[in-house]
């Protein structure tokens, strides 16, 4: 099941592939086979997807820069900045390369509040193409509930010197412990990105520019009353997708 969300060409999903996998099963960057593990988990044989950068197996269609040894392609257009890989016969975006690429249409209206009808559920995907502003100081992610945010992500530019990606809750009106800091900022000023947000039973996996950056562990367990997405302050914003990942 695929349902697009947003686009700023207003374009329309095709079916739930991802690039490289098999038609109406989605896998995840460099995915392997029929049952791929997470980084530093097991090769295939784990019932738990894998994250981008695992070796892929050869007879199995892999993310860019990864051996492919066969498989069948997409059979949709894919996104500005995704990889194509698929015959002639199947369209893709022009000149695309293996990261993101520059919003090439009009881009959604910041902030962008999207309605999630089925709420959050396990091995959802979030997909986000955009573009930092330029001399940006910040961008927001926010999933809610009602007045309650399950998961903020906030990239700073420059928070007292240092760039920085803060992840917090608020609930009850109440912000909870802040985690921050982290070793690798994926974000530039000025430049395009793709963020994957996948929702797990246990945490909200995050992925930039086909890379695992960080887990945030749930703190609102009941999933399914996350009902909204929330996009704010520096970035313009090119597409947002929301799939599952089998």
Known sequence: MLWVVDRANNQQGGGGVWPGGQPNQPTWPGQPGVQPAWPGQPQPGQPTPMWPGQQPNPSQPSWPGQQHGGGVQPSQPTCPGQPG???PSQPTWPGQPSQPTAPQHHSLKVPYVQNLPNGCYDEMVITIIG???HNAKMFTLNLTKGNDIAMHINPR????GKKIIVRNSLIGNKWGKEERGHNHFPFTQGQPFEMKIMCTNNE???AVNSSHLLEFKHRIRDLDSIKHLGIYNDVTLT???INDFI
């Open 157 to 160: 530019f420059d928070d007292h």
């Open 85 to 87: 890989g698929g015959p």
């Open 239 to 241: 597409s947002v997708e």
């Open 131 to 133: 573009t930092i502003n």
């Open 204 to 206: 909200f996996r995050v």
